[in-house]
């Protein structure tokens, strides 16, 4: 008698709503192992190439017992499995229930219910159990005890791991809110041994392709500083829209989960570059070539270019309306990111014609400090962003270079744009460029 498939090569994450995987002759739905190994993947390349140093430091702390290198493949494992959720009945049921208006999702849907038959998990009577929750809300619930949670074993009287239940809560936080505890507790589906033999499945495959021992799990994750989690929140959000975006990323047909992880990396990189994701490295340089228009700091400039931290520091400066404190806060931003590894800033105004106004000397301020370096992203996020004229000119700025990318032009020929300060569209979705 044939073995059932396993359950990685069937159990689904996405279907082909929108036809972008059809139009490049790809399969009509994706795995969750293959979404998984491309969540993995953007977090790697997000934690080489995006994360400020201090971020870096803090979850290494958190997850890779102060390792940096351990860190990234703890983060890469646990952003992988932000989706366990899904390896439910009630999540793999919503398949069938594609509408008959797609006909070829639709048929797709009726060919692909024989795996689940095959595995014994579908049968004429449905899907056995058919309690549900939010796919969210069921990783949180059973992932602690797939880690390891040593309370989490019924046979024993251990105590839980609070930092693997927090973890869980985090990355079951994945669409922008944590569930409470209650909601976690009530995730419980009942999920019979089969199904959790597929979780158990999925977490042996991930662990063989990323190399990674899971009993030292228990051991590595202490997020002690509640800045690990907002950490860890942020970085499995940006890299779950990343890995998200099908255009981006291409459904997996056959082949073996290892040669998934190179397509998923090769993916990654490629969309972690394209949308200028990467970490700050302003030129070193002085006042003069910051702000050419206002060669010479006022007396306030001078006493913050005085006073320059040596470290981490939290600033406030106060003065009259057109003192030149934004000059001052971007100079502070420029001498924080040289010296001490952070990069990127945010720029809170009362009114959207305040942001209109600053917008423009942001990226002048941008264009000067990074020189011909890189590319920067200033992502304006006000609600009418989409009529916004600076937003437009930032955007016309991106696709000029885009074009003089496609015709295969060197980097030297792409600095012929007259800045180095640009707005990828991806960035105006709700939220993407405030979390980003």
């Known amino acids: 008698m044939q073995s059932p498939p396993p359950g990685w090569s069937w159990v689904i994450a996405k279907t082909d ?3 972008h995987s059809r139009q490049r002759g790809g399969p009509l739905w994706n795995t969750l192992l293959a979404h998984a190994l491309d969540a993995a993947a953007v977090c790697g390349a997000l934690f080489d190439d995006y994360l400020a140093i201090p971020a870096r430091d803090r979850l290494a702390e958190a997850y890779g017992g102060g390792c940096a290198a351990t860190a990234r493949t703890v983060l890469m494992f646990l952003i992988a499995l932000h989706d ?32 689940p038959r095959q595995a014994g998990l579908l049968t004429d009577a449905g899907w056995g159990a058919e309690r549900t929750a939010p796919h969210q809300q069921i990783t949180a619930r059973y992932l602690p005890a797939l880690l390891g949670c040593p309370g989490c074993t019924p046979s024993t009287d251990s105590e839980h791991h609070g930092g693997l239940h927090a973890v869980a809560a985090a990355l079951g936080g994945h669409h922008g809110h944590i569930p409470p505890t209650a909601a976690i507790k009530d995730a419980d589906v009942n999920l019979d041994p089969t199904w959790q033999a597929i979780h158990e499945d999925l977490l042996q495959q991930l662990t063989r392709v990323l190399r990674l021992d899971p009993t030292t799990l228990p051991g590595l994750i202490a997020p002690e500083r509640p800045i690990a989690l907002i950490h860890l929140s942020g970085l499995t959000v940006l890299s779950d829209w990343i890995a998200s975006d099908e255009t981006r990323f291409a459904y997996r047909a056959g082949g073996t989960p290892t040669q998934w992880w190179i397509h998923s990396r090769t993916d990654a990189a490629r969309a972690v570059r394209e949308l200028c994701l990467h970490r700050w490295t302003p030129q070193g340089t002085d006042w003069p070539k910051l702000f050419p228009a206002t060669p010479t700091p006022n007396a306030l400039q001078q006493a913050v270019l005085d006073a320059a931290p040596t470290g981490p520091v939290l600033a406030f400066i106060e003065s009259a309306t057109g003192s030149g404190k934004t000059e001052a806060a971007l100079w502070l931003t420029h001498h924080l990111a040289l010296h001490q590894g952070y990069h990127g800033f945010y720029l809170a105004q009362a009114t959207r014609m305040a ?16 020189g011909d370096a890189a590319l920067a992203n200033l992502a304006i996020v006000h609600g009418t962003v989409g009529a916004s004229p600076t937003a437009r000119e930032l955007q016309a700025r991106h696709r000029g270079l885009t074009q003089l ?6 980097d030297d020929d792409s600095s012929t744009c007259d800045s180095r300060t640009i707005l990828n569209e991806w960035f105006l979705e709700t939220g993407r460029g405030l979390l980003s």
């Open 17 to 19: 709503r929108y036809g």
């Open 84 to 115: 366990l959720g899904k390896a439910t009945p009630g999540w793999q049921r919503l398949f069938l229930n594609t509408p008959a208006r797609d006909h070829d999702l639709h048929t797709a849907a009726t060919e692909w219910s024989t795996l």
């Open 355 to 370: 942001t209109e106004q600053l917008a423009t000397r942001c990226a002048d301020f941008l264009t000067h400090s990074l």
């Open 405 to 410: 990318a496609d015709a295969n032009l060197t």
